[in-house]
């Protein structure tokens, strides 16, 4: 019998903490919580007294804020509507004054540098004199002025500045679909080319930083290898020296100490998150913090001394918890829990899983059932993951919990294309969208039937993004395969989609005409791939969700194929949310939404439903 139903709101309402920071002082903390149902910076004594909002948002809420330097300072960005045009904001922690840094209308500001040498300085970029580049200014918080130090010559993604806060490094794109690092010795120098990745290594490898003299970059490279590795590039020299590697898995994080720019510890995202501590003098914390929690550890914030960390664990039958950990004493303070609501139920583990597809080529992903019933014919919902040059990971997974909740196992596969198993991996998804891209996962429920864990007549493909465009290729080239599919902001027509990106994604559309298609040479096989050429082959039901206001997947890529659908009486649900974009970021949207899908899947595959009264709670799977 299933454990007892969660309700969506524990799962998918705002958390009550979240996101936790130290000062760099080591005086404060701060974390998102909701006031007034919508999250905002709440900063308080590091004993945890006296906690009060600094912000003060009414609408979409705040997701994404760091501590300055200096301390005094709270910086926050948000966007108006999920448009993505980030603006940054400023709270003074003594006075509660919020500056508006960068008031420009449709102008995207992206960090770029921040350091404890420059308390009251940062380097962000901002698209504002051409929508498709950012140029990079540094931003003086004491009198908020902003001063241009990069122009974009008009191919350059990102940006890297040595430790006297001078942009010295910029990776660029290639008219090949590959990526050149740029350097220069100084503001007033011209750029000049120091490597070159090709198409094969340009997704796995960038530069990461440079050494507290600035005559080494830290490098991620795959060049010669398969899976990326950390290195150390000397400057004058030009030799390279390796890190840390894997044979199979990509470096996926990196620890480096604030004041002598060594690298301490290096991460690989295996099966789990596995920390390779490279500094002796960091053995001892180390163990000390694996002994606090079960789950995988990150250092989240830490103090400008490096005596205090805050330390986050994720597991998966738990929510994200949170850890004050002293150096000193080598011992941890519990902070918080993100949903402490979670402890009063039961929550499914994540099953990390391995099989070949067709042709051979080793898959991995997580296989999460729910508890207290057999695993037996069960109903299942293939969960793709977006990107699709991303990766699902182990650890708390809402959507993973709900389902299995509601009495579904769900499948998650890192098909290929999926990033952090090294290049021949990635790169063996390009040109596949909808090709063996899509064979993957379906192999991966074949392989889910075959052990007798799904039920072949029970499954649904969900998704969003990469992921909702997968499920339309589900429902238009393997319908018989689903029994129904739920796409989230997912692409209908890849040659509609490239066209309409976003204009500061120009400089990745060598990249995606690359791995997906060029609709100038390409446009046949586009069509071919997309769902909208082949609605015609539905004979599914579809529920279909959409922000008005999505940069990235525009609301034409859902209306097109609605349109169709509802021409030939094809059975779908539409949702339009026109306050959101790429993904529902307000509360009451992501609640709305998923009680659409939760009754759009109870009614297609028999799982239970919150608004079902007494069949829903009674524990049994139809």
């Known amino acids: 019998m299933l454990p007892l139903l969660i309700p969506r709101s524990v799962i998918f309402g705002n958390p009550e903490k979240a996101d936790p920071q130290v000062s760099p002082d080591g005086s404060h903390l701060a974390y998102l919580a909701p006031l007034d149902g919508v999250l905002n910076v709440w900063v308080g004594d590091i004993t945890g007294e006296e906690f009060r909002p600094i912000t003060h948002d009414t609408d979409r809420g705040i997701r994404a804020y760091f501590w300055a330097h200096d301390a005094k300072h709270v910086l926050y960005l948000q966007d108006a509507g999920g448009d993505e045009n980030w603006r940054l904001h400023k709270v003074a ?9 960068t008031p420009f209308e449709s102008v995207q500001v992206q960090i770029v540098a921040r350091d404890k040498r420059h308390p009251s300085e940062l380097l962000i970029a901002m698209n504002k004199d051409d929508r498709r580049l950012h140029d990079v200014y540094h931003l003086d918080l004491r009198s908020n002025a902003l001063e241009l130090v990069a122009k974009n010559p008009g191919n350059v993604l990102g940006w890297i500045a040595d430790t006297a806060f001078h942009v010295r490094a910029a990776l660029a794109s290639t008219p090949e679909g ?11 120098d011209d750029w000049q080319s120091l490597l070159v990745w090709g198409p094969e290594d340009a997704m796995t490898s960038w530069p990461l930083g440079f050494t507290l003299d600035g005559g080494t970059l830290y490098l991620v490279d795959s060049r010669d ?33 604030q004041d002598t720019r060594a690298i301490q510890m290096v991460a ?53 918890s949170y850890y004050a950990f002293d150096r000193r004493t080598r011992s941890g303070t519990f902070l918080l829990h993100t949903r402490p609501d979670l402890s009063a139920y039961t929550l499914a583990e994540m099953q990390p899983i391995t099989l070949a597809a067709r042709d051979g080529l080793t898959v991995h992903g997580y296989l999460t059932l729910p508890p207290g019933v057999e695993p037996k014919r069960l109903p299942m919902v293939l969960d793709v993951h977006g990107g699709p040059w991303h990766r699902d990971t182990w650890g708390y997974d809402p959507e993973a919990q709900w389902l299995a909740n509601r009495g579904y196992a769900c499948l998650q596969v890192n098909f290929r294309g999926s990033t952090g198993y090294g290049k021949q991996f990635l790169n063996a998804g390009n040109r596949e969208w909808g090709g063996k891209m899509h064979d993957d996962v379906v192999d991966a429920v074949r392989w889910a039937v075959e052990r007798g864990i799904a039920d072949p007549d029970r499954v649904a493909i969900y998704g969003g993004s990469y992921g909702g465009y997968a499920a339309l290729v589900g429902a238009t080239f393997t319908p018989d395969l689903f029994r129904c ?18 204009p500061y994604w120009s400089s990745y559309l060598t990249m995606l005409h690359e791995r997906v298609g060029n609709p100038e040479g390409d446009r046949h096989f ?20 959409q922000g008005a206001n999505d940069p990235r997947v525009k609301q034409s890529e859902s209306e097109q ?18 306050d959101e974009g790429h993904g529902f970021a307000k509360p009451e949207n992501r609640l709305r939404f998923y009680a659409a899908a939760e009754r759009f899947l109870a009614k297609h595959l028999g799982g239970r439903c919150e608004d079902s009264d007494a069949d829903a709670l009674s524990g049994t799977v139809p």
């Open 93 to 101: 922690l003594k006075t509660g004054t919020v500056d508006d840094l």
């Open 178 to 188: 590959g990526s050149e690092l740029l350097m220069r010795s100084g503001p007033d």
């Open 225 to 257: 290898v398969n899976a990326a590795r950390l290195c150390a590039l000397a400057l004058g020299s030009g030799s390279l020296e390796v890190i840390a590697a894997d044979p199979e898995y990509d470096v996926s994080s990196v620890h480096i100490h």
């Open 268 to 320: 690989f995202t295996r099966a789990r998150l596995d920390w390779e501590v490279l500094d002796p003098a960091l053995a001892e914390d180390i163990e000390a913090i694996r002994a606090l929690n079960p789950g995988d550890f990150t250092v989240h914030s830490r103090t400008h001394d490096d005596q205090i960390w805050i330390v986050e664990f994720v597991q998966d039958t738990g929510p994200v």
């Open 485 to 502: 599919a739920v796409d989230i902001v997912g692409p209908s027509n890849l040659i509609t989609f490239i066209e309409t990106i976003p």
């Open 526 to 545: 586009l069509l071919s791939r997309s769902p909208l050429t082949h609605v015609d082959r539905i004979r599914i039901p579809l529920l279909i969700a």
């Open 561 to 578: 194929i609605v349109t169709v659908m509802r021409e030939k009486g094809i059975d779908h649900e539409y949702m339009l949310f026109p």
